[in-house]
């Protein structure tokens, strides 16, 4: 199957998305599944999964560049032209497509969503230190902002700076500016907006809480990323929508929950832009029945190709002829163990 996707794409230039999944959370993972994606059909090209016994240190946190390049690698081993490559921030990705050879034609841009994600979080935990609590109201609106600039500076990385920057005259009340000195002028793309139409009250200028959002705008680490997200896409954010899609498909005839009399349940729901509560049924809860369907009809696929009953030979670059286990040094005997090993009862 692989082969005639890579045939079907020969001698074309591609797209790629590309991200990886560990086998747990947080840093204890032991695999590390990563995938390569041509991103106009979402038509997956290359898998790879890394276990932890094969990179430096036996660190899960570096199994992700490992996945990439791997991937990338089999990639460009085949008569594919890969043209931009689009990953989240991970920052030894980054370091390896700015400084391996074999990457010099390639593109690197970074998901948007991620990026957005990130300023949004930056945002809200500043807005937990005392006296900047109005921020939090901002975050969604400068993640949003974030997504605007990426749209709109067609490629241009200063003209992305130049609008990004605009979000700390905004939030003070002001919608024109000066740039370059004063030689030209900066201003926002909405319309007037009427004291119905603000939801947010405006800060101001210079304070504790406006200087906090300016670290976080103007920080050069982050404005020096931006180089990445300057070809505008929503991969991540249009892949989550369809997921939403079939969730909410498979759920849509849910039934209102009822308490013990028999009546329908409701909970009070407030909204911020009619400032009024009101009540919302609560529904059975989801199921996610259509998960085994899914499943199901992903093996009876697998069936068709003749793959599931194959003898799989170990190969070479199995992680188990590495070692038995995850551990950095030999396991003693189990006698020594016991002998050591002290109870606190």
Same mark, same amino acid.
């Given at each position: 199957?692989?082969?005639?996707?890579?045939?079907?794409?020969?001698?074309?230039?591609?797209?790629?998305?590309?991200?990886?999944?560990?086998?747990?959370?947080?840093?204890?993972?032991?695999?590390?599944?990563?995938?390569?994606?041509?991103?106009?059909?979402?038509?997956?090209?290359?898998?790879?999964?890394?276990?932890?016994?094969?990179?430096?240190?036996?660190?899960?946190?570096?199994?992700?560049?490992?996945?990439?390049?791997?991937?990338?690698?089999?990639?460009?081993?085949?008569?594919?032209?890969?043209?931009?490559?689009?990953?989240?921030?991970?920052?030894?990705? /980054?370091?390896?497509?700015?400084?391996?050879?074999?990457?010099?034609?390639?593109?690197?841009?970074?998901?948007?969503?991620?990026?957005?994600?990130?300023?949004?979080?930056?945002?809200?935990?500043?807005?937990?230190?005392?006296?900047?609590?109005?921020?939090?109201?901002?975050?969604?609106?400068?993640?949003?902002?974030? +997504?605007?600039?990426?749209?709109?500076?067609?490629?241009?990385?200063?003209?992305?700076?130049?609008? +990004?920057?605009?979000?700390?005259?905004?939030?003070?009340?002001?919608?024109?500016?000066?740039?370059?000195?004063?030689?030209?002028?900066?201003?926002?793309?909405?319309?007037?907006?009427?004291?119905?139409?603000?939801?947010?009250?405006?800060?101001?200028?210079?304070?504790?809480?406006?200087?906090?959002?300016?670290?976080?705008?103007?920080?050069?680490?982050?404005?020096?990323?931006?180089?990445?997200?300057?070809?505008?896409?929503?991969?991540?954010?249009?892949?989550?929508?369809?997921?939403?899609?079939?969730?909410?498909?498979?759920?849509?005839?849910?039934?209102?929950?009822?308490? /013990?009399?028999?009546?329908?349940?409701?909970?009070?729901?407030?909204?911020?832009?009619?400032?009024?509560?009101?009540?919302?049924?609560?529904?059975?809860?989801?199921?996610?029945?259509?998960?085994?369907?899914?499943?199901?009809?992903?093996?009876?696929?697998?069936?068709?190709?003749?793959?599931?009953?194959?003898?799989?030979?170990?190969?070479?670059?199995?992680?188990?002829?590495?070692?038995?286990?995850?551990?950095?040094?030999?396991?003693?005997?189990?006698?020594?163990?016991?002998?050591?090993?002290?109870?606190?009862?």
């Amino acid at each position: 199957m692989r082969q005639r996707l890579v045939n079907e794409r020969k001698n074309k230039e591609i797209l790629l998305t590309a991200d990886a999944r560990n086998d747990s959370p947080g840093h204890c993972a032991q695999y590390c599944t990563y995938t390569i994606t041509d991103m106009e059909d979402k038509v997956i090209l290359q898998q790879d999964v890394v276990d932890v016994r094969e990179v430096e240190g036996r660190k899960s946190t570096n199994m992700e560049r490992v996945g990439f390049e791997r991937g990338m690698d089999a990639i460009l081993s085949t008569e594919i032209i890969a043209k931009e490559v689009i990953t989240d921030g991970h920052t030894g990705i /980054a370091s390896l497509m700015s400084h391996c050879e074999k990457y010099a034609d390639i593109v690197h841009q970074r998901d948007v969503w991620h990026g957005g994600k990130n300023i949004g979080k930056k945002v809200a935990n500043v807005a937990k230190e005392k006296g900047d609590e109005d921020l939090l109201q901002w975050s969604g609106a400068v993640k949003n902002h974030f +997504w605007y600039c990426s749209r709109l500076c067609n490629g241009n990385v200063n003209d992305f700076k130049d609008l +990004w920057r605009g979000i700390l005259h905004h939030v003070v009340n002001e919608h024109e500016w000066p740039i370059d000195d004063g030689k030209s002028a900066g201003k926002c793309g909405h319309d007037p907006l009427s004291d119905e139409e603000r939801e947010k009250p405006w800060l101001e200028k210079n304070s504790k809480v406006h200087k906090a959002l300016q670290k976080i705008v103007l920080s050069k680490r982050f404005l020096n990323t931006f180089l990445y997200f300057t070809n505008f896409r929503y991969v991540g954010y249009k892949l989550r929508n369809q997921l939403a899609v079939i969730d909410f498909n498979s759920h849509r005839n849910r039934q209102p929950c009822k308490n /013990a009399a028999g009546e329908i349940v409701h909970r009070g729901q407030y909204s911020k832009r009619t400032k009024q509560w009101r009540p919302v049924t609560v529904l059975q809860p989801k199921d996610y029945g259509y998960i085994p369907t899914l499943i199901v009809k992903i093996f009876e696929e697998q069936l068709k190709t003749g793959n599931v009953n194959r003898k799989i030979v170990r190969g070479a670059d199995d992680p188990r002829n590495i070692a038995a286990n995850i551990a950095v040094m030999p396991r003693p005997s189990i006698e020594h163990l016991v002998q050591v090993h002290k109870s606190r009862f």
